[in-house]
């Protein structure tokens, strides 16, 4: 299984996704679509939100993993249902952990901007959020994709998802 900062290394696709996983809001009590597109617009996946679960599917529909709110702690599952990482919030930060406890990074929220970090402190991305829309961008500062949310949200907690839940 590979961690979400090794995944930025990766392809801008997998930037993107991996970047929307982390940002993405868990909302309370509501019932929210997020979706994701890549740098050109092309639609790579969706999450909706309904309560404290999150359902992540691909372009095609297909589920590729859940994560689940409890506190201030977020628990991603991938779609087979096997635990892939958790995010442990506290007050505008967030830490990032593998399936194994290890962690590996962090995401630290000012205003509407969301800074990632490796574990080792390297710059990993960022997010700005302006109204429904968010831009993600990768560590050299090129967008790599934006989300559009859309729903009936009533209230936003700011613990963000971890893992790109359809990474092998």
């Known amino acids: 299984m590979h961690d979400t900062f090794v995944l ?20 309370v009590f509501c019932t929210e679509r997020e979706t994701i597109r890549d740098a050109h617009g092309k639609v790579v996946g969706t999450a909706t939100t309904d309560g404290n679960k999150t359902v992540y599917r691909d ?22 249902g ?3 990482g958790t995010a442990t919030e506290s007050g505008n930060r967030t830490t990032f952990r593998d399936s194994s406890g ?23 991305g960022s997010a700005t959020s302006n109204g429904n829309r968010t831009t993600y961008r990768d560590a050299h500062g090129s967008t790599v994709g934006t989300s559009t949310s859309t729903g009936t949200g009533l209230g936003v907690s700011q613990t963000p998802p971890i893992l790109n839940p359809t990474s092998k």
Request: net charge positive; no cysteine.
């Open 8 to 27: 930025m290394k990766g392809n801008n696709m997998h930037r993107l996704f991996i970047l929307f996983i982390l940002l993405l809001p868990i909302l």
């Open 82 to 84: 096997r635990t892939t």
């Open 102 to 124: 290890k962690t590996t990074g962090t995401a630290t929220t000012n205003g509407n901007r969301t800074t990632f970090r490796e574990a080792s402190g390297t710059s990993a």
């Open 59 to 80: 372009a095609s529909g297909k589920i590729t993993g859940t994560a689940t709110t409890s506190g201030n702690k977020t628990t991603y599952r991938d779609a087979s």
